[in-house]
C-alpha cells in the first residue's frame, strides 16, 4: 500500500514562506513523477509543480520564480519550497505521485496553506 503524508502547511503573512513536505512509503519512489497540486474554496484543484523522475521541472505560470520544487530520492520526500506568498496562494496543497507506464497514482491527504495578515 502506499502512502503520501504531506507537512508542513500552516499560516503566513504575505510576502513570507513556508516549505511543505511529502513522504512516499509503500513504492520504489524514484520511479514515480511527484507534483504538488492545490484547490482553494470554490475552485478546481490545479497543477502547481511536478518533477520528474530524472529531475525535470514544471511550474504553473503563478507560482514560477516563487515556488521551487525538489525531491531526495534517498528519504522518499518530495518538498516545494514557497517564497513570497500571496493570499491567492491559499489553498490545500497535495501531493501526488504519478507513474503513467504502470498507470499508478497516489494522492496525499493535503495540507492547509493560509497566507494572510
Known amino acids: 500500500q502506499v502512502q503520501l503524508v504531506d507537512t508542513g502547511g500552516g499560516l503566513v503573512q504575505p510576502g513570507g514562506s513556508l516549505r511543505l513536505s511529502c513522504a512516499a512509503s509503500g513504492t520504489i519512489f524514484s520511479r514515480y513523477a511527484m507534483g504538488w497540486y492545490r484547490q482553494a474554496p470554490g475552485k478546481q484543484r490545479e497543477l502547481v509543480a511536478v518533477?520528474?523522475?530524472?529531475?525535470?521541472?514544471t511550474y504553473a505560470d503563478s507560482v514560477k520564480g516563487r515556488f521551487t520544487i525538489s525531491r531526495d530520492n534517498a528519504k522518499n520526500t518530495v518538498y516545494l519550497q514557497m517564497n513570497s506568498l500571496k493570499p491567492e496562494d491559499t489553498a490545500v496543497y497535495y501531493c501526488?505521485?504519478?507513474?503513467?507506464?504502470?498507470?499508478?497514482?497516489?494522492w496525499g491527504q493535503g495540507t492547509q496553506v493560509t497566507v494572510s495578515s
Open positions: 518533477i520528474s523522475s530524472s529531475g525535470l521541472t
Open positions: 501526488n505521485a504519478k507513474n503513467i507506464g504502470w498507470g499508478l497514482e497516489y
